[in-house]
């Protein structure tokens, strides 16, 4: 497939390029610092170089012909913009209403509630913890999940977790509207697999079931 990455050069990002290559997939990056990718890495891939809040960035890396978009960008609550994803998305949302073929795969949050949810106590210390402490990125996902809900039309679906960290990919792991917990973890490497396998499965379009172990 040809693959959009939105997020490479952080560590969701990088596991998701690593494996779409190990995968197969033709791989276009949009990155603002391309010196971030190993130079190895850069000689396999297609990057340009813009940033994500600049539409005719976004369109410029997603060429026609592209099959997918994997979004994993991350916020940061001190240094990142407001509603940085959710402006990203947007930008993307308008390149996928031109070309109608596209898929997106996103990474969200798990305190981003979804009415399928179980709500356990666990569930619950979660948001409460992610809105007084998180406020930034919470509020970020929310809005971009909030965005996506408006355009269920288009082909989308992602995932939401909990604790991510570093670790060797599994591939054996929950995914689904399980219970959660502030101590449900999944790695970057897994989180990964999860949305790569999402490009060649419909399974859960217009939906972000919890990825845990």
């Known amino acids: 497939m040809k693959v959009s990455l939105f997020g490479a ?107 399928d949810d179980v709500m356990t106590f666990g569930a619950r210390f979660v948001r409460w913890f992610s809105e007084t402490f998180l406020r930034h990125r919470h509020a970020d996902k929310e809005h971009q999940l909030n965005l996506l809900d408006e355009n269920t039309d288009l082909c989308w679906m992602g995932v939401r977790p909990l604790q991510m960290r570093p670790g060797v990919k599994k591939g054996e792991y929950r995914l689904g509207y399980n219970a959660f917990s502030g101590l449900s973890s999944i790695s970057f490497a897994d989180c990964a697999h999860a949305m790569v396998e999402m490009l060649e499965d419909d399974t859960w379009r217009g939906r972000v079931p919890i990825v845990q172990y």
């Open 9 to 115: 050069t952080g560590n969701l990002g990088r596991e998701c390029l690593d494996q779409c290559l190990q995968a197969g997939h033709d791989m276009t990056v949009l990155v603002r610092s391309p010196e971030k990718l190993p130079d190895g890495l850069r000689d396999a891939i297609t990057v340009i170089k813009g940033d994500g809040l600049i539409a005719e960035d976004v369109a410029r890396a997603i060429p026609s012909g592209t099959d997918a978009i994997l979004f994993a960008i991350g916020v940061d609550e001190r240094t990142s913009p407001p509603d940085l994803c959710t402006d990203v998305t947007r930008h993307i949302l308008a390149v996928m209403r031109k070309q109608q073929s596209l898929k997106l795969v996103w990474c969200g949050g798990g305190s981003n509630i979804r009415v």
